[in-house]
């Protein structure tokens, strides 16, 4: 979950690196650093903290070259440290940067001290670095080196090497952890994100698993993991400049709020028809293949598990098709018993997390067919997957996911929608999805105007230690995202329950100290929620009411009044004011937006 950024040009470099580094901040921030060669030699700067430390050094110090490379951590192995901090070197000849992590590392630094080499940080990265540098003593031949070394490591990877006796040169690999190539004019670039580059070039090279890639000023040798010379497509990838930057907002995580309904419209973006959803928006041959489905495996991680379980319940209520959902870290240890005819559907905002990668690989044989809901074209999950839904939210760079989640559960209703669309006897059904995922995008325009009231409402959550979150059928999994955000961003303690399953247990920790966040939309569990409540209400407990318009409540009670939507678009939309909350009181407590403690956005690590 570390970011990488290298580049070799005919300008100085320094700033290129640091520039490309405060972009890749969303996958880690607990130190950073840089090396650059200069005149045979190879400088390196490392600070703890954010790339914006490293930066004030590098004014009072500057770094002078054409070539380096750079990394910003999210530390797996040993505390966030200037020892641990990347680069790592070989002596004073080789310098490396990773993204990933070694899982046979203790054995390869065994290796190491057989051979009188003392690691000096406590990381996994560190044995890379040492490995290439004794084989590149024996061979001196850098390509044959790194090709020695990463044959025996294990985990995932993406690395750049620079050696000071081959000056104007990187050496990369990757296996499990993206890389980008980028192509610029008399200059290339390597970076963990296509977005690291944006300032520099469009054009860009996705490395392929196993490609060893080795880049100069003025060109670039790709290799594939059997050694042999290939040739990568070169894609121009159009990114705007509004994408990348905040705006007007205060947050990054603020902007993708806002930036919802777009995200929506554009995830709907041609594939409503007039009466139906074709199944082709998800692949040539996904028409044929939905003909013969008898039930649905969803697997995620994190935000998007909770994408998978609406999933779930929309499937089985509105298509009325078997469905299962599991963790994607949990489901490749375990027994499965996929019924016939089944679909794999994976979901994940970067398209790199590992979990679901390695889930993908582990069980998909087993199942019909495999199909990615996913925010990033190229990633590896949708090259991984036979049939393909992009959701077309756009960058998303704040660590908590907003629009990329929603996204999710719009491609997910598509889902259904195509799903329907081969069913004659479920036509209403249709009609009605139709008719409700057009006005989406108007519905959570009209609950963003509620963003100052639920600033207001903040203000009695931010000396809070604990929340409850409760939610009953297709809104319990709203419940759960509505209590991470809060936790992730900040820091509050958060649960969420069934309502029905709070007299279980939960109810013993309801006090006046701990607020109730209850999501009560009029439908056919909205009495069973009142019953719930005054369970709470018993207790002392403090409760806030997310609810329909028109509805009526005890004057104990808080109500937020959001509009009165169609059901199978309500959760979605009931969404967006639990984003707003956790936005606001982490306003309110000064924590970091944009990057919670301890958290990374793209998690390709297991």
């Not at 901040?25 to 400088?43: F, K, M, P, T, V």
């Not at 701990?514 to 019953?531: I, T, Y």
Request: glycine share 6%; proline share 5%; hydrophobic share 40%.
């Amino acid at each position: 979950m570390c970011g990488i950024v290298g580049a070799v040009s005919l300008r100085e470099i320094a700033p290129v690196l640091v520039e490309s580094l405060s972009r890749l901040e969303y996958r880690g921030y607990d130190s950073a650093g840089l090396a650059i060669l200069n005149a045979g030699n190879i400088q390196r700067l490392r600070t703890t903290g954010r790339v914006e430390k490293l930066n004030s050094t590098l004014l009072t110090a500057p770094l002078i070259g054409t070539t380096g490379i750079a990394h910003t951590r999210w530390a797996t192995h040993g505390e966030p440290s200037e020892n641990n901090a990347h680069p790592h070197m070989f002596q004073d000849s080789l310098a490396l940067v990773h993204n990933g992590i070694i899982e046979n590392y203790l054995e390869r630094k065994q290796w190491l001290l057989s051979k009188s080499i003392h690691c000096v940080s406590e990381t996994d990265s560190e044995v890379i670095v040492q490995c290439v540098g004794l084989n590149y003593q024996q061979s001196h031949d850098l390509i044959q080196a790194v090709s020695q070394t990463i044959e025996t490591l294990k985990g995932a990877y993406s690395i750049a090497l620079i050696s000071k006796a081959e000056p104007g040169r990187i050496v990369c690999a990757r296996k499990g952890a993206p890389l980008v190539l980028g192509i610029g004019v008399q200059e290339h670039f390597i970076a963990s994100d296509m977005l690291a580059l944006v300032p520099f070039t469009q054009k860009m090279v996705i490395l392929e698993e196993g490609d060893i890639v080795d880049v100069y000023q003025d060109r670039y040798q790709i290799y594939d993991e059997l050694g042999k010379p290939v040739t990568r497509a070169i894609r121009d990838y159009q990114f705007s400049k509004e994408n990348s930057e905040r705006g007007e907002y205060r947050h990054f995580m603020q902007k993708e709020i806002f930036e919802q309904p777009v995200a929506i419209c554009q995830t709907l973006a041609s594939r409503l028809g007039q009466a139906d959803i074709s199944p082709s928006i998800f692949g040539h041959t996904a028409g044929a293949l939905f003909e013969q489905l008898q039930s649905v495996q969803l697997i995620a991680c994190g935000t998007s598990y909770y994408a998978a379980m609406l999933g779930k319940f929309w499937l089985e209520t509105y298509v009325g098709i078997h469905a299962d959902v599991d963790i994607a870290s949990e489901i490749r240890f375990k027994k499965i018993v996929p019924l016939p005819n089944s679909l794999l559907v994976n979901i994940s905002q970067s398209g790199e997390t590992a979990d679901t990668l390695a889930a993908l690989k582990a069980i998909a044989p087993q199942y019909l067919s495999t199909l990615a809901i996913c925010n990033v074209p190229e990633s590896a999950l949708v090259r991984a997957c036979e049939q393909v839904l992009l959701t077309h939210a756009g960058p998303e760079v704040g660590v908590a996911s907003t629009k990329a989640f929603t996204a999710q559960l719009t491609g997910l209703l598509l889902l259904v929608g195509a799903l329907l669309s081969l069913k004659p006897n479920k036509k209403q059904e249709l009609e009605t999805l139709l008719s409700s995922l057009r006005s989406l995008p108007v519905y959570i325009e009209s609950v963003l105007k509620l963003d100052k009231d639920i600033a207001k409402l903040a203000e009695r959550f931010c000396e809070k230690q604990h929340a409850l979150f409760l939610g009953r059928g297709d809104f319990y999994p709203v419940a759960l995202e509505g209590a991470l955000k809060l936790k992730e961003i900040s820091y509050i303690h958060a649960e969420a329950y069934p309502a029905g399953e709070l007299k279980h247990g939960p109810l013993a920790l309801v006090d006046r100290f701990m607020p109730v966040v209850a999501l009560c939309p009029q439908n056919e569990l909205f009495s069973k929620m009142k019953s719930s409540i005054q369970e709470v209400l018993a207790r002392g407990g403090e409760v806030f009411v997310f609810t329909t318009e028109g509805t009526e409540w005890d004057e104990k009670v808080t109500p937020i009044y959001l509009p009165n939507v169609p059901a199978c678009i309500a959760p979605i939309v009931y969404t967006i004011p639990l984003q707003l909350l956790a936005y606001h009181v982490a306003l309110l407590k000064g924590t970091d937006v944009d990057r919670p403690r301890n958290l990374a956005k793209s998690v390709t690590v297991e």
